[in-house]
């Protein structure tokens, strides 16, 4: 078992970073992915009231396109804490405006707009690792394909063993200085646990949730209107 490992246990404020500045070439869709409506609500809004009902985090701060800061607010919903930056180029970028934008957290949670439907009990877990002394905690679930490496050429190198990997979710959440130190390093990463581990700091795994799946694709979008339709359904009963 992987022991609390840092100092962590004072209280403080969470923060959570929310990027939502990709193009979501993938999707497909005419706007910018975290702006795309599942059930009328952009992916952004349903990703910040999942935070919000978590009841853990203080506030909120969103990275969106640029020319999108203005108009982010009316899709927010009312009352939300939440401030709303550029975030950048690459999902790097972004992360590291919004953290310069977070100088009184404690706590950061770093929390994809495209986990639209994450619930909000997975957010509490996160943080109550957290706050019981953890320093970098992902949500994560195994594999349930087998995954093989490849060459330029598509050439398969090697079949690493199933049941030692794991697909890793958000929200992240880390000791706010140990994320800071983290993005002082100026490489990418497809996540942020991925620049912690380089600093050698032990990252714990919990058990992540389906519904924190990220909305990629044009099939997890008709996915996650279907959950969404179904939960609708489900309240009217
Ligand atoms: O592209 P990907 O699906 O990995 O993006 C994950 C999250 O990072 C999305 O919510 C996306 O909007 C965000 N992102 C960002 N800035 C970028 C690229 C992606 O905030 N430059």
């Known amino acids: 078992m992987h022991e609390p490992d840092g100092p962590g246990r004072d209280a403080g404020p969470v923060i959570a970073l929310v990027p939502a500045a990709g193009r979501g070439v993938r999707l497909g869709a005419d706007a910018p992915k975290a702006f795309v409506p599942i059930g009328g609500v952009p992916m952004l809004g349903l990703a910040v009231s999942g935070l919000m009902a978590a009841g853990v985090v203080d506030e909120i701060i969103v ?13 927010l919903p009312p009352a939300a804490p939440a401030r709303i930056v550029a975030g950048g180029a690459e999902r790097t970028d972004s992360v590291r405006a919004g953290l310069a934008n977070a100088g009184d957290a404690a706590y950061v949670l770093v929390h994809d707009a495209a986990r639209a439907l994450t619930p909000p009990t997975l957010i509490a ?6 706050r019981a002394g953890h320093r970098a ?4 679930l195994p594999v349930v394909d087998t995954v093989k490496t490849v060459d330029s050429a598509g050439v398969v190198t090697g079949t690493p063993d199933r049941s030692a990997l794991r697909a890793v979710q958000t929200p992240q ?3 706010a200085d140990v ?6 390093h100026p490489e990418a990463a497809t996540d942020d646990a991925g620049l912690v581990e380089r600093l050698g700091i032990g990252v714990r795994t919990i058990t ?3 519904l924190a799946f990220k909305i990629t694709t044009p099939l997890d979008l008709r996915l996650a209107e279907a959950v969404l339709d179904g939960k609708q359904v489900v309240g009217r009963c």
Request: glycine residues 6%; charged residues 15%.
């Open 179 to 184: 994320l800071r130190s983290a993005y002082e």
């Open 125 to 130: 877990r996160v943080v109550a690792e957290l």
């Open 137 to 140: 905690v992902v949500p994560a």
């Open 63 to 75: 990275m969106v396109p640029a020319q999108l800061v203005e108009a982010t607010a009316a899709l």
């Open 208 to 210: 992540g949730d389906p």
């Open 173 to 175: 959440g880390f000791a």
